[in-house]
């Protein structure tokens, strides 16, 4: 009778003992084979667009990074990159010249500059802005910020003109143009921009702050001499990531666009196109042959995405604290 | 002597202090001025366009606000102050458009809203000619297409996150972390592609499953981050009390620090699933859109709310469409911004309070 309750704990703890043996061990391949899966569907990713790209290449009667037109389907296939290419850098370097300074100044504005009572409203409000899908933003552009920029792209053209950037040569077309489409990506970005470089300056050491101040500094130069510094890494990173999102933004380029595969450096002409929107407004549409052809424009788009947030990420990786996570 | 140094120095001192400041309400009044001069300018002048008219307002009061602190307070007090203002104007520019964004949505949106737009769904309906017809069937697509994406992003999510935090040491767990970090970069419409040539591959048409296959990829990488962020704040002290009494590992993970992180996790899948409500690229590619009903999620096209707007916009395209495409678009805003709004509410109810 005694004997046997002892004996029968100690066979459950062995049974048990083994079950949990046999249970960690389930548990972490499973975890480990997620972790797992994720690479694998990484690498699926490259390797289908590559070998979809590979068949579409080879039969490419044009240069695929210099031809401007693209017509995958035509009797003799001729398809390439330049204008795509083109248009993509350039609507993303509009948007970053916009959306890095103005995110700064938010983020500063959040965590130095605002009264503490609409300091977090803010922030969340910014948080909110980022939870807009891009469709809307796209159907906002077109029917609500295309007309409203008419008036600045005429008077750009105006007084700006002389720089050749700003020369409107159709005049009176609608402003669906790479510098609109700048202007709507970098309303699209500030969000993740302001939300990581945010998390940085809250990371200022307290002391540098202090220090500056008790020197005889003026807000600004504390900021500049103390807070600035210590958030550049971030502030690249973050306008990285930034960089990423509007490489690859599709919809609202597509519907805000007016694309043409036309080459040009006057921004206010409607025309042109980017890697995203040119396979959201052909892939229904095309032959199988075409489908490929647009599998290999997406996979020089998913490289350049991938070397830039991979490089986004290697800056963070330095300064591990801020990842900006949630953003 | 010191004394009849030191004598003289004080009115001086005290002069620096109070005297060259601008009163509080200066940088407030020059706002108002340049308003003011902002719209008369561009009232004057006729721009069309109310952008140049904030334009010049936003222009004018950094000129001001500089040139009337160089001429009182000097050149460093300036530049502070010219500093604040940029950085004033900054805040203004990124509230203007939201404001007008949503604003103008709710404006457009609300009229095209009413109990038919939401229990019909676009059979029969003559598109481009007739006013009408509605977003059930859009509704109900979105609602099957994120459903199963969560369902398979949400525990590989997790699980992965598991690993990194717990188990995860060496060169695996980096390169998941690494990959992770770029997946989230990783553009919709790239997804799409992918997921389109799997399916052709294994000869499936198009439907709700292969959609959501795609969105479920767009997905995961936002639940690992705030999956692992949230595991990371569980202290310490739980998992080792719990070790102490002789659970398994697997046990104290599955009863002790989830549920003690269950907050923070849960509000970082409704984040991913609002950010996928709102894909339209992967959508368009793979589900096809249709005009009818398809309850069934895993055979023939389906509808989605980000879907259906681009086509009554790109398809339509006339004032019936635009009307529909508002109404479908603050249904789809109202849908995540509440999703948002409920996730940063749980998040701030119930977050695990980080080494207390």
């Known amino acids: 009778m005694t004997s046997s309750a002892p004996a029968d704990t100690a066979g459950r703890a062995g049974r048990s003992r083994r079950d949990s043996r046999f249970g960690d061990k389930v548990f972490f391949n499973f975890s480990r084979g997620s972790g797992i899966l994720l690479l694998v569907i990484m690498a699926a990713i490259a390797g289908f667009l590559a070998y979809r790209s590979a068949l579409a290449l080879g039969k490419n009667q044009g240069n695929f990074f210099t031809t401007f037109e693209w017509a995958p389907d035509g009797v003799k296939p001729v398809f390439g990159i330049a204008v795509l290419t083109f248009g993509t850098l350039v609507s993303a370097l509009i948007a970053m010249l916009i959306a890095v300074p103005v995110a700064v100044g938010i983020a500063l504005f959040i965590s130095h500059y605002a009264p503490r009572r609409i300091a977090q409203p803010f922030a969340y409000l910014v948080d909110l802005l980022a939870a807009v899908p891009s469709i809307v933003y796209g159907l906002w552009g077109v029917l609500f910020l295309v007309p409203h920029m008419e008036g600045l792209t005429s008077w750009l053209n105006e007084y700006l003109g002389w720089t050749y950037l700003f020369d409107q040569t159709k005049n009176g077309a609608p402003a669906r143009n790479l510098f609109t489409v700048g202007i709507l990506l970098a309303i699209m970005i500030l969000p993740i921009i302001t939300a990581v470089t945010r998390e940085v300056f809250r990371q200022v050491p307290r002391m540098h702050e202090e220090a500056a101040l008790a020197l005889g500094a003026t807000r600004w130069e504390m900021v500049r001499t103390a807070v600035l510094p210590f958030g550049r890494p971030g502030i690249i990173s973050a306008s990285m990531l930034g960089l990423g999102r509007a490489l690859g933004e599709t919809i609202a380029v597509a519907i805000v666009l007016s694309s043409s595969p036309t080459l040009s450096l006057h921004l206010l002409d409607p025309g042109g196109g980017t890697f995203a929107q040119n396979i959201a407004l052909k892939f229904n549409e095309a032959q199988p042959f075409g489908r490929d052809a647009l599998m290999a424009s997406g996979l020089v788009l998913f490289v350049i995405t991938l070397l830039v947030n991979g490089a986004a990420r290697m800056i963070i990786a330095r300064r591990k604290e801020y990842s900006g996570a949630n953003a | ?356």
């Open chain 2, 1 to 356: 002597m010191s004394a009849t140094t030191t004598a003289p120095a004080a009115p001086l001192l005290r002069g620096d202090l109070t005297s060259g400041r601008l009163p509080r309400w200066a940088p407030i009044g020059v706002a108002v001025l340049s308003i003011a001069l902002g719209c008369a300018i561009g009232a004057g002048a006729g721009l069309a366009s109310h952008i140049q008219w904030g334009l010049i307002a936003a222009g004018l009061f950094l000129a001001l606000s500089y040139a009337l602190a160089v001429k009182v307070e000097g050149r460093r007090q300036a530049k502070d102050r010219f500093a604040t203002s940029v950085i004033w104007v900054a805040f203004i520019l990124a509230v203007v458009p939201l404001g007008a964004l949503t604003f103008y949505t709710v404006q457009q949106g609300i009229g095209a809203i009413n109990g038919d737009f939401l229990t019909h769904s676009m059979k029969g309906v003559v598109a481009s000619t007739t006013a009408g017809g509605g977003i059930y069937h859009a509704i109900i697509g979105t609602l099957e297409q994120v459903a199963l994406a969560t369902l398979m992003a949400a525990p590989i999510g997790l699980l992965t996150a598991v690993y990194l935090v717990e188990y995860g040491r060496g060169r695996l767990a980096q390169a998941v972390t690494f990959f992770v970090d770029v997946m989230t970069g990783v553009p919709s419409i790239v997804a799409g592609l992918f997921v389109f040539s799997l399916w052709t591959m294994l000869k499936q048409g198009y439907s709700g499953f292969s959609g959501s296959v795609a969105l479920a990829i767009l997905m995961i990488p936002v639940v690992v981050r705030s999956a692992e962020e949230m595991l990371k704040l569980v202290p310490n002290e739980l998992r080792e009390a719990s070790y102490a009494l002789g659970v398994p590992k697997w046990k104290t993970i599955v009863r002790i620090v989830i549920p003690t992180a269950i907050g923070g996790i849960t509000t970082g899948v409704m984040l991913a699933v609002a950010r996928i409500t709102g894909e339209t690229a992967p959508v368009l590619m793979l589900v096809f859109g249709s005009d009818v009903i398809n309850n069934d999620p895993f055979n023939d096209p389906q509808q989605s709310l980000p879907l259906y707007i681009w086509q009554q916009y790109t398809v339509v395209n006339n004032e019936y469409g635009y009307a529909r495409a508002w109404g479908a678009a603050l249904v789809l805003i109202a849908f995540v911004m509440g999703l948002n709004l409920v996730a940063r509410g749980i998040a701030r109810w119930r977050s695990p309070k980080a080494g207390h």
